[in-house]
């Protein structure tokens, strides 16, 4: 166990619509990151924020978008869902040090 | 360009047949190498950290090592719950972006 939870497991979306992602960090992580993982390939970095802020980008289009709140938890909204973007989404929380992974999300936008 | 490649794509062992997975890697300034274990629809499982080359760290029947150019997980008389899919990923010497940067993985199954 990682301390790092997300919800929901699994969801199912139309193309074109909003969703949210939201992941808990491990208590006292300041900085948690997001990544896209499509069947049989690595993760793919989305972003990442730093008390409160974002820091750092991927290679994503800004209708990826995201939340840090101040008691760990934080939030992963994609707008105009396309069919592409049916994935496992992973949160992961750090302390400076190595990343713990949440169980992930599975999006399949159809 | 930043770069991970992992081999081979998929391994398939007998229970206690020892082997290697591969890592190579091309980044500008590395600032750590991790090795994760992957189960499938679950998230990565921390393995290894290593940071300059001739490190090397042990856990149970796994061991890394790392070069300038790659780094190797070995594994010594695997069990069948050793099947996973195992990622390698490096953080590079960028100043404005913390990513790891990724390989597509190993899928490693140990049949008994």
């Known amino acids: 166990e990682t301390g790092v939870t997300q919800s929901p497991t699994h969801l199912i979306k139309t193309r074109g619509q909003q969703v949210t992602l939201r992941c808990s960090s491990q208590s006292g992580h300041n900085t948690v990151s997001w990544y896209q993982q499509a069947l049989g390939q690595g993760p793919q970095f989305i972003f990442q924020y730093y008390r409160e802020e974002e820091n750092g980008r991927g290679n994503f289009p800004p209708r990826f978008s995201g939340l840090q709140f101040p008691n760990y938890s934080s939030e992963l909204n994609v707008n105009a869902l396309e069919l592409d973007d049916s994935a496992l989404y992973l949160c992961a929380s750090s302390l400076g040090g190595r990343p713990y992974f949440g169980p992930g999300t599975r999006l399949l936008v159809l | 360009e930043d770069q991970v490649t992992q081999s081979p794509e998929a391994l398939r062992l007998q229970e206690g047949e020892s082997s290697s997975l591969n890592c190579s890697y091309t980044?500008?300034?590395?600032?750590?190498l991790f090795w994760y274990r992957q189960d499938p629809g679950k998230g990565p499982e921390f393995l290894f950290t290593?940071?300059?080359?001739?490190e090397e760290k042990e856990k149970e029947r796994l061991k890394a090592t790392l070069t300038k150019k790659e780094s190797f997980l070995h594994i010594t008389a695997p069990k069948p719950e050793d099947s996973a899919t195992y990622l390698c990923a490096v953080r590079a010497n960028m100043d404005s972006n913390y990513q790891l940067i990724w390989g597509a993985g190993t899928k490693l199954i140990i049949k008994p």
């Open positions: 290593l940071y300059s080359a001739g």
């Open positions: 980044v500008s300034g590395l600032r750590g």
